[in-house]
């Protein structure tokens, strides 16, 4: 198959790559602390004017329930009840049961647990996750599992 083009089977065509050596390089510590002011500072401490120094106006949201940029951001979480700011502590409130950082990247997973629908005596568990992404030292970019919220029933219905 030599001279073919063809890939075989099991063997990668890209370089071999460096395997995480279990140290943060500079640009993930930055990273870590970055993902960790929005998600653990902004809303779970609920200080959502530190949006202003730490996200980017053209924040790009993938939760199709939140609007785009920063400012629509700071709106809708500042609608979700409770969110009222607190002193911020070291400690996460709900801290995540997972961290992946790479590069730009954050991964953080946490376990919920929720009613059953069928059977409201029940519970299940699931995993919630938010990735964030760095550019030019501002938070640029988020994604999680959300989808879109069905609209509340008409009246009278």
């Known amino acids: 198959m030599a001279g073919t083009g063809a890939v075989k089977t099991g063997v990668s065509p890209r370089?071999?790559?460096q395997w995480n050596t279990g140290k943060?390089?500079?640009?993930?510590?930055?990273?870590?602390?970055?993902a960790t002011e929005e998600l653990k500072d902004m809303l779970q401490y609920g200080h959502l004017e530190l949006a202003d120094k730490t996200?980017?106006?053209?924040?790009?949201?993938?939760?199709?329930?939140?609007?785009?940029?920063?400012e629509?951001?700071?709106?809708?979480?500042?609608?979700?009840?409770g969110?009222?700011?607190?002193?911020?502590?070291?400690?996460?409130?709900?801290?995540?049961?997972?961290?992946?950082?790479?590069?730009?990247?954050?991964?953080?997973?946490?376990?919920?647990?929720?009613?059953?629908?069928?059977d409201p005596n029940r519970e299940y568990?699931?995993?919630?996750?938010?990735v964030v992404r760095i550019e030019n030292n501002l938070i640029k970019e988020h994604w999680d599992e959300a989808r879109i919220n069905p609209a509340a029933p008409a009246a009278g219905r």
């Open 15 to 17: 370089p071999l790559m």
């Open 125 to 130: 568990k699931w995993n919630h996750f938010d």
């Open 55 to 70: 996200m980017d106006p053209g924040y790009i949201q993938h939760n199709p329930n939140v609007p785009q940029g920063r």
């Open 72 to 81: 629509g951001f700071k709106q809708f979480m500042s609608r979700v009840p």
């Open 24 to 34: 943060l390089s500079k640009e993930e510590e930055k990273t870590l602390a970055m």
């Open 83 to 118: 969110r009222t700011p607190r002193e911020i502590k070291t400690e996460w409130v709900n801290a995540p049961v997972l961290t992946l950082i790479n590069g730009p990247y954050s991964f953080m997973m946490w376990e919920r647990t929720a009613k059953d629908p069928d």
